[in-house]
């Protein structure tokens, strides 16, 4: 495969690769929420979550409806989603998390807001 056939794939993974994206996706697997909800449920900024939520949006992850003045989001897919989530965290623990020590990506790399409210996915076998 060629750069331009893989492109796709990179640009979803990229909208996947950060760590208040993913705690949001966890949140909404359960069902919709409001920004506020997130706000409080992950101890963000409101402008966080938009932005992030705008960002997930934009690569057709989540969907949003308008309810009186707020907006509700929810999943756009949410089977793929749950599976791709699901094989991320399979495949995190059939390496020993090996990618936390990945100099350029692993703990440490950098340091991304969020990350602390990010959790394994055990609801997700429920979820189904």
Same mark, same amino acid.
């Given at each position: 495969?060629?750069?331009?056939?893989? @492109?796709?794939?990179?640009? %979803?993974?990229?909208?996947?690769?950060?760590? =208040?994206? !993913? +705690?949001?996706?966890?949140? #909404?697997?359960?069902?919709?929420?409001?920004?506020?909800?997130?706000?409080?449920?992950?101890?963000?900024?409101?402008?966080?979550?938009?932005?992030?939520?705008?960002?997930?949006?934009?690569?057709?992850?989540?969907?949003?409806?308008?309810?009186?003045? @707020?907006?509700?989001?929810? %999943?756009?897919?949410?089977?793929?989603?749950? =599976?791709? !989530? +699901?094989?991320?965290?399979? #495949?995190?623990?059939?390496?020993?998390?090996?990618?936390?020590?990945?100099?350029?990506?692993?703990?440490?790399?950098?340091?991304?807001?969020?990350?602390?409210?990010?959790?394994?996915?055990?609801?997700?076998?429920?979820?189904?």
């Amino acid at each position: 495969m060629d750069a331009a056939t893989l @492109a796709p794939a990179a640009a %979803l993974f990229h909208g996947l690769s950060d760590p =208040a994206r !993913l +705690a949001i996706l966890q949140h #909404l697997t359960v069902g919709e929420h409001r920004v506020r909800d997130l706000t409080e449920h992950l101890g963000l900024a409101q402008s966080t979550i938009s932005a992030h939520l705008a960002c997930l949006r934009d690569c057709g992850l989540v969907t949003s409806r308008p309810e009186g003045r @707020a907006s509700m989001f929810s %999943l756009t897919t949410a089977p793929e989603l749950l =599976a791709v !989530l +699901a094989a991320a965290e399979q #495949l995190l623990a059939s390496t020993g998390y090996a990618v936390e020590l990945c100099p350029n990506y692993g703990v440490g790399a950098t340091t991304t807001p969020g990350a602390e409210h990010l959790k394994p996915h055990e609801h997700l076998e429920t979820a189904r």
